[in-house]
């Protein structure tokens, strides 16, 4: 049995968000220069609604690709012998721009290495930067957000669980345990 606890709500969600948008708008003076780039699915709702803050802050659109990382995993056979492949739509040159990442957790750090495969498959920018809307630590790789909606440390057998308007009819972010205890 599962129990779950909520650790961010939609206002909460909605804040963070806007704090993010505004920290890469303050780091990167050209925005012409930046290009935003979210990790299939949830990344990229997050993305867009990055995309839209930032519109509002320098009436200036960022272009905006979706990368599904499915084929770049390390873990493809593992995770069972009919893996569903997600869409990469990168309609833009990327070759010296600043890219932002972003996804929802960043966990191992093993879906962010696929991505940065991946996206060097499109060019070589000048930069790649990521925005996550929660780290939960655990890292196997050395990889590290430069935008982090909530840092939340786990124990493994933890779950963190983002869902989103766009997929699951609500914002909000929930930490689960198996073993019944939430502390």
Do not use: C, W
């Amino acid at each position: 049995m599962s129990k779950e606890r909520i650790i961010l709500s939609d206002q909460d969600i909605k804040k963070i968000l806007q704090r993010l948008a505004h920290q890469i708008v303050e780091k990167n003076i050209n925005p012409g220069e930046l290009v935003l780039i979210g990790i299939q699915t949830r990344g990229v709702y997050i993305a867009q609604r990055v995309q839209a803050i930032i519109k509002e802050i320098e009436s200036q659109e960022i272009p905006l690709g979706i990368l599904g990382i499915t084929l770049y995993r390390d873990d493809l056979t593992t995770i069972g012998p009919n893996p569903v492949v997600k869409e990469t739509k990168i309609g833009f040159d990327i070759k010296g721009k600043r890219v932002i990442l972003i996804d929802d957790v960043l966990f191992t750090g093993r879906t962010v290495r696929a991505a940065l495969d991946e996206i060097m498959d499109f060019g070589r920018p000048q930069g790649i930067e990521l925005l996550v809307l929660v780290d939960r630590g655990h890292r196997e790789l050395p990889i590290r957000a430069d935008y982090v909606g909530k840092n939340m440390p786990t124990s493994k057998d933890e779950l963190v669980e983002v869902k989103l308007k766009e997929a699951d009819s609500l914002d909000q972010v929930t930490i689960k345990t198996k073993n019944g205890k939430v502390d």
